[in-house]
């Protein structure tokens, strides 16, 4: 034989009166059990590192949709609010919403001006307790309209804002 070839003989062993026939290695030196030593530990270390590579990317993969459901979700109340301010720009025609300064509510009756400072300043405190470091604010447009901004911290401390044009 040449090279790292193992010849395999035959050797016959009695046990119990059975015979049994095991190989015996006639070249050792071309069988080394020692190199084979630690391959098992190696491949076990190395499915444990892609296993917990593989469980960091989900969960990095999880996080980083739940972030961006937040965001969706904070996108979804400032549409909300703006649409609600516009309603009530809707409700109050003939009033100058941007010369109109928030107000405390009115009881009884009140002038329209009244009114709308009021509801200015109801709808500028449900921006601020739903919003994160929010901001809201109603400027004029061309033709009359007015424009529903509210702005807010997004994720990272990004600024977001959102504007909605009204006729009133």
Known sequence: MRGTDT?????????????????????????????CRGIALIEVLVAILLAGLAVTTGLGL???????????????????????????VRALPGVDWTAV???APCGGTCSPDALAAAELGEWRG????????AEAML????GGALVVVVRWSGRGGEASELRLGVQP
């Open 62 to 88: 999880a996080l980083r949709g739940l972030a961006d459901t937040v965001e969706a979700r904070l996108r979804q109340q400032a549409i909300e609010l703006a649409a609600d301010m516009a309603g009530r």
């Open 7 to 35: 010849v395999v003989t035959m050797r016959q062993v009695t046990r119990a009166g059975l015979a049994v026939v095991l190989p015996r290695f006639a070249s050792v030196a071309s069988w080394q059990p020692r190199r």
């Open 126 to 133: 449900e921006v601020i307790a739903r919003l994160p470091d």
């Open 101 to 103: 300064a928030p107000g």
């Open 139 to 142: 400027q004029a447009a061309a």
